[in-house]
């Protein structure tokens, strides 16, 4: 078992999940902490429904199936209800702005799971309507899932999350390479990324991770050599070829 992260004060209540950027560190911690409560509680049969009554919308615009199953098992756990819009089975922003389906879906649902296309869409939901909205996956970010990753982290390693090395080998210029960065280099977590140099992340997110990285004290590079990144690593991660 990972060490353990201080108790924070964060009140996160009420607050949409797009992007990690929009997070301290101190609030991402308590959300991990929180995820490792409520896992341990559905394992020791003590979870409290704490969504008893709350109905959550899952707007897929691109399939899955570890996303899917994953929102719709963590609230069934809590107690919520789930509606699921697939690929196929919504109009969303084809007979009305965005912002308008944001609104009119925020009336009927106390929180949105959106999975689709551009970041902005996802941004734009939470703008206008008036619930939480989660960020499922779009073309640039998948926050969710390296939530999930950060507590593999925490728990299969002794070493705090600050003093742990990440490395992401393949295509680098996708939402999980980018989504990796990101929360490494909030976290304090040592990142580094073995992909062509024509494979790598957008130039100003790289900037933007090296000062947040400076800021923490960890390391943020680049490799062209797969044997010299993993030189040392805790975790090594991948994903499929897409760019």
């Not at 869409?121 to 939470?126: C, F, G, I």
Request: glycine share 8%; aromatic share 8%.
């Amino acid at each position: 078992m990972g060490s353990n992260f201080p108790t924070s004060q964060s009140n996160l209540k009420g607050r949409s999940f797009v992007k990690l950027l929009d997070f301290t560190p101190g609030e991402i911690q308590s959300l991990l902490a929180l995820s490792k409560n409520l896992k341990d509680a559905q394992k020791a049969g003590t979870e409290k429904k704490n969504l008893q009554g709350k109905t959550i919308a899952l707007i897929f615009e691109k399939d899955s199936t570890r996303t899917r199953c994953a929102f719709e098992v963590a609230a069934l756990h809590q107690g919520a209800n789930t509606v699921y819009l697939g690929p196929e089975g919504n109009h969303i922003g084809s007979k009305e702005t965005i912002a308008d389906s944001a609104r009119v879906l925020g009336g009927m649902f106390d929180a949105i799971q959106y999975r689709g296309h551009g970041q902005v869409l996802v941004e734009t939901l939470a703008e206008y309507a008036g619930v939480p909205v989660y960020n499922g996956l779009t073309d640039e970010f998948h926050p969710t899932q390296v939530l999930a990753d950060f507590l593999t982290m925490w728990e299969c390693c002794p070493k705090p999350l600050e003093q742990q090395t990440l490395v992401y080998l393949g295509d680098g210029a996708n939402n999980m390479a980018n989504s990796l960065m990101v929360g490494a280099a909030l976290m304090g977590i040592n990142f580094r990324m073995a992909s062509p140099v024509s494979m790598r992340p957008p130039e100003k997110l790289v900037e933007t991770c090296r000062k947040m990285a400076e800021n923490n004290e960890s390391e943020l590079d680049f490799f062209a050599d797969a044997k010299e990144a993993v030189r040392g690593a805790d975790f090594l991660y991948t994903d499929v070829w897409l760019s």
